[in-house]
C-alpha cells in the first residue's frame, strides 16, 4: 500500500486529453512539491514534471502538472502513442522522514 | 554529458551483503545530494535512501534502516550503498538519482544494477 495513491491504470485514444491523479496528506503532497516521472518498460525513470509544474527541458509541453491541497495530477494533451508508459509521482513525506512514490499509473493509449 | 553508472549487483544469498556502486560523470557529485531508489520485478518504484551532497544528511526507508548505508567519495565521484542482511524483499533493480543540488531532483538517473537475493 503505497502513501501516494494514484489508479493503477488510463487510459486515452490519440489526441485525446488525460489526467493522471496522485492523492496525499498533509505530511507529503500537503506540504511538499511533487515530481512526476514516466517509465517505459526495462528503462529508467525519467523526470516529467518538477515542483509541481515545471517541465525539464525536452519535455513536451504536452505534459502538465498542478496540485491542490493533498492532491496532484499529471495531464497529458494530445495523447499520443508513445506516451503508453508507467507514471509515478513522488515527494517528500515529513512524517517518515523519506521521499514516498504513488504505486504508479500504466497509462494505455487506445 | 551527465552519466550515473551504477554497478555490483548480482545474486546473493539471504543474510549475505552486496555493495552497491554509481559511478557519475558530467557533473560535479559534491554539488548535489544523492539516491538510491528501487523497483522489484514487475513493481512500482520505491525509494530507498538518500545523502545531502555533504554527507550530512542521510535518510532511509524504513524497511532497509539497521540493513543498508549509503555514502559517498565525493573524490571519486562516486556512491554506494552498502547492504547487509539481504532479505529475498529486497530483490530488485536499483538505480542511483541525483538529490538536491544544481537544479531539480531526480533529474538524472542510471540505468540500474539488478540485484536477486535467492537460495
Known amino acids: 500500500q503505497s502513501v501516494l495513491t494514484q489508479p493503477p491504470s488510463a487510459s486515452g485514444t490519440p489526441g485525446q486529453r488525460v489526467t493522471i491523479s496522485c492523492t496525499g496528506s498533509?505530511?507529503?503532497?500537503?506540504?511538499?512539491?511533487v515530481y512526476w516521472h514516466q517509465q517505459f518498460p526495462g528503462t529508467a525513470p525519467k523526470l516529467l514534471i518538477y515542483y509541481n509544474d515545471q517541465r525539464p527541458s525536452g519535455v513536451p509541453d504536452r505534459f502538465s502538472g498542478s496540485k491542490s491541497g493533498t492532491s496532484a495530477s499529471l495531464a497529458i494533451s494530445g495523447l499520443q502513442s508513445e506516451d503508453e508508459a508507467d507514471y509515478y509521482c513522488?515527494?517528500?513525506?515529513?512524517?517518515?522522514?523519506?521521499?514516498?512514490f504513488g504505486g504508479g499509473t500504466k497509462l494505455t493509449v487506445l | 554529458q551527465v552519466q550515473l553508472v551504477e554497478s555490483g549487483g548480482g545474486v546473493v544469498q539471504p543474510g549475505r551483503s552486496l555493495r552497491l556502486s554509481c559511478a557519475v560523470s558530467?557533473?560535479?557529485?559534491?554539488?548535489?545530494?544523492m539516491h538510491w531508489v528501487r523497483q522489484a520485478p514487475g513493481k512500482g518504484l520505491e525509494w530507498v535512501a538518500v545523502m545531502s551532497n555533504d554527507g550530512s544528511h542521510i535518510s532511509y526507508v524504513d524497511s532497509v534502516k539497521g540493513r543498508f548505508t549509503i555514502s559517498r567519495d565525493n573524490s571519486k565521484n562516486t556512491l554506494f550503498l552498502q547492504m547487509n542482511s539481504l532479505r529475498v524483499e529486497d530483490t530488485a533493480v536499483y538505480y542511483c538519482?541525483?538529490?538536491?543540488?544544481?537544479?531539480?531532483?531526480?533529474?538524472?538517473w542510471g540505468q540500474g544494477t539488478l540485484v536477486t537475493v535467492s537460495s
Open positions: 513522488t515527494t517528500w513525506d515529513g512524517s517518515l522522514n523519506g521521499w514516498v
Open positions: 538519482a541525483n538529490g538536491r543540488g544544481d537544479g531539480p531532483e531526480f533529474d538524472y
Open positions: 558530467g557533473f560535479t557529485l559534491s554539488n548535489y545530494g
Open positions: 498533509s505530511s507529503n503532497i500537503g506540504s511538499n512539491t
